[in-house]
C-alpha cells in the first residue's frame, strides 16, 4: 500500500466499483481489542518466567563515620569492612574518604582518620549549634588563608631585604603607657 493511499484510490475508480467491492475497514475497537488481549498474554508469561532471585539475609548497618544507618546484606557489609580496616563506611563517608585520600597521599588509614573526625565533630557540635559549627568553619577558613599570607609576606620580605617582625609590638606599648600613667 503506498503511503498516501493514492494507489488504493486509483484502482477502486467509479467503472471498478460496480463489480467489486470496498476493501473492509477495520474498526478501532477490534484494534484496541487485539492489542489489549496481546499485552495480557506478553504479560502473563513475563510473569510465569520472570522469577526473582531469593534475597539473602539483610541487616541494618550503621556508618561509625556519620552515624547513618542503612539496609546491606551480609556480604556487602564484609566487603566494606575488608576495605575499611573493620570499619563499616556507608557510600557517602566512603566518597569523602577518597577525596581525603587524594589529598593526603594516597594512605586510606589516614584518610579514614581524618573523615571520621571531622564527622565527630560535626555530629558534637554541627547538629546541635549549627550557627557555631558555621562560625568555627568560617574561623578555620580565614587561619588558613591568614598563614599562607603570612608565608607569603615573610618570604617578600626576606628576599627585599628588610627586617621582618617576630611578635606583636602592642604589649611592649601598652607596658610603656601603664608605666608612664603609674608615674603621673
Known sequence: MAPDG??????YTKNNLAGRQRP?????????RAISDLSFQLGKEAVETTTLPPISEVEDAKCECCGMSEECTLEYIRRVREKFSGKWVCGLCSEAVKEEM???GGKRQRALE???SVCVR????GRTHPVLF???A???ILRKSS??????SNREMVRIGSITRSSSCIPDIAKEINKCRALK
Open 102 to 104: 587524594v589529598k593526603n
Open 122 to 125: 560535626f555530629n558534637r557540635i
Open 147 to 152: 598563614r599562607g599570607r603570612r608565608a607569603q
Open 138 to 140: 568560617m574561623r578555620e
Open 6 to 11: 493514492q494507489t488504493l484510490n486509483a484502482s
Open 24 to 32: 473492509r475497514r477495520i474498526s478501532m475497537e477490534g484494534l484496541q
Open 114 to 116: 581524618a573523615h571520621t
Open 134 to 136: 558555621q562560625a568555627d
